[in-house]
């Protein structure tokens, strides 16, 4: 019993610790208030699903989406979603446009 306490003690304090060093929303660094490129857009909230190299994966590939699509049609499909692919409202309305030129221009 005593190794279950001990066990929860120190999961308990490296959830203190981790939570402790996450920010709070105050100030931002210079860094973080910059605006992320395309591929640093696509990277974060597309690869997971369309592939590292838009070569797809559990989603289609992107390699040619601009031949398929316009721009105003991504910037549609990233915010309503298409097929299995939800809604993509969550990711700030300007990366969503730079996402979508940049997506526009893979042909």
């Not at 996450?22 to 395309?38: F, L």
């Not at 692919?85 to 990711?91: R, T, W």
């Amino acid at each position: 019993m005593k190794k279950v306490g001990v066990a929860s003690l120190v999961c308990l304090s490296l959830l203190f610790v981790v939570t402790a060093c996450q920010s709070t929303g105050g100030e931002k660094s210079p860094a973080a208030t910059q605006t992320a490129g395309p591929q640093d857009v696509y990277l974060q909230h597309c690869a997971n699903c369309h592939g590292g190299n838009l070569e797809g994966g559990f989603g289609p590939a992107l390699k040619k989406v601009g031949s398929k699509y316009a721009k105003d049609e991504i910037l549609h499909i990233i915010q309503k979603g298409k097929g299995n692919m939800p809604s993509q409202d969550y990711v700030d309305k300007k990366d969503q446009a730079t996402l979508a030129e940049w997506l526009s221009q893979q042909k």
